[in-house]
């Protein structure tokens, strides 16, 4: 499973690939979402895996939770993060923005 596979690359003349900055939308709440208490080695991307079935997803729950750093895979423990319920319209601001 890729982690970045939802990402687009771009050839560079040298011919090296790199990937294309990927904006993120914040997915708006709803009262269908999930609220869970981190717990030690929790990653983003696994929670995302469990939740979506898609560890790729990882973005949707770290951007559902800004207050939180977003420079780790990991969150810290004993927070509560949001899981958003309506992925369908996260995925489709998502493609717009980055179409």
Do not use: C, H
Not at 40 to 51: T, V
Not at 74 to 89: A, C, E, K, Q
């Amino acid at each position: 499973m890729k982690r970045y596979k939802n990402i687009p690359i771009t050839k560079t003349v040298n011919g090296k690939e790199i990937y294309q900055t990927t904006k993120y939308p914040s997915p708006p709440v709803n009262d269908d979402d999930l609220y869970v208490i981190t717990q030690d080695q929790d990653r983003f991307d696994s929670l995302a895996f469990e939740y979506y079935s898609d560890a790729s997803l990882w973005w949707v729950i770290s951007s559902a939770n800004p207050n939180l750093p977003q420079n780790s895979y990991f969150p810290p423990v004993g927070v509560t993060l949001r899981i958003p319920s309506n992925l369908g319209n996260v995925l489709l601001n998502f493609e717009k923005i980055n179409g």
